[in-house]
């Protein structure tokens, strides 16, 4: 089978992430670029990681890298390309990527460039050209250039890989399900002790949480990818990937928990969950979090708690509540909390022990590790480290 250079694109700071669910996948030779990993590989690969990557925006196969020096030199080389054996001409298709060349005056025009090599490719090899959908194409390509480099890629997946195709319903600020992925990996939960949010929303943490530690793919329930609309699309190579992936569960022993103080809310949770095989081993509660009682000795919180772009007054109070609530009752946990809100950081009241530079959508946020230590810990650690400082600084990601 053919060897592809499969670029995966992700969120900016999951890089070291995505790489290393990747070699949990078995895939050892990764190379980590910007909000990107490359690996080689084939189109079983391909298939296969559009169904089982959880922190992946997009998974792009390569067709062509070739160096430009002037405007018409990328539609000359574009010609060069055989658009036809990629795609049939009742698909609808799409040019989109990123442009950082000081070679064009607009940055919208290299786009157009390349949609009228494709069009012209068409119209030569066969008196006719297929449509163009901006919105909704079936068919996508990645252009890419930086200064005089160019490459071209297949976006096989489509629309972006957080359409999961579980999700029936959303809350007024939700994460996408690629970062709450990633929010989880970051904790380093363990997969084998209590998990809880204690804003849940319509479940999005809760559910990745239990997929993960199900082993059912995230993207299990997802019916479109854009790989299906090319040409040579191997449909029993890819029910072959479909039935090899786990898709039952029998339960769990230890509780994935999530609550909310609204009940619209926890109702909204609960049909999302529904139709999911991990649904039932999923407990969601309407209640606000100062009400919740620590389920067990130990446990990982990961949160994303109201930023005060909605709330207004009072934010920093919620945030110095959620502090003591966390000093209060969970003593034993690690607590995790995403937010843009760098004064409600400081109302927690406490030391966080790890930070990550991540963006929640457009917002630059950080997601912060508090340490609940109980009293014997605390003090073994103060003896141990009385002259050291126990935050890790982890704002050092990609750019």
Known sequence: MEQLTITIKTIFGVEEVLKEELNELGYNE?????????????????????????????????????????????????????WTSYFDISKTFAVKGAIQSTLFTHTKFPFLLVKDAIVDTFRDKLGERPNVNIKTPQVVFDLYIKESQVTISLNTSGAPLYQRGYRTEVGEAPLNEVTAAALIRLSKWDRKSTFMDPFCGSGTLLIEAALLASGIPSNIDRQHYAFKNFIGFDSAMWEKIQSEAIKTCKGFDFEILGSDMDSDMMMMAKRNLRGLPIGRFVNVTSNAFQDVKKPSDHGTIVCNPPYGERMGDGIEEMYQELGDWFKNELKGWNCWVISSNEEGFKSVGLKPTTKVKLFNGDLECSFREFRIFDGFRKDFLKGQNEDSDSIEENEETQA
């Not at 190379?31 to 080689?40: F, K, P, S």
């Not at 079983?44 to 992946?56: E, P, Q």
């Open 30 to 82: 990764v190379t980590v670029l910007n909000r990107a990993v490359q690996i080689q590989g084939t189109m079983s690969d391909v298939y296969y990681l559009n169904l089982h990557l959880r922190c992946a925006m997009s998974v792009l196969v390569e067709v062509k890298k070739f160096k430009i020096r002037d405007e018409q030199d990328l539609f000359k080389q574009c010609m060069k390309i055989d």
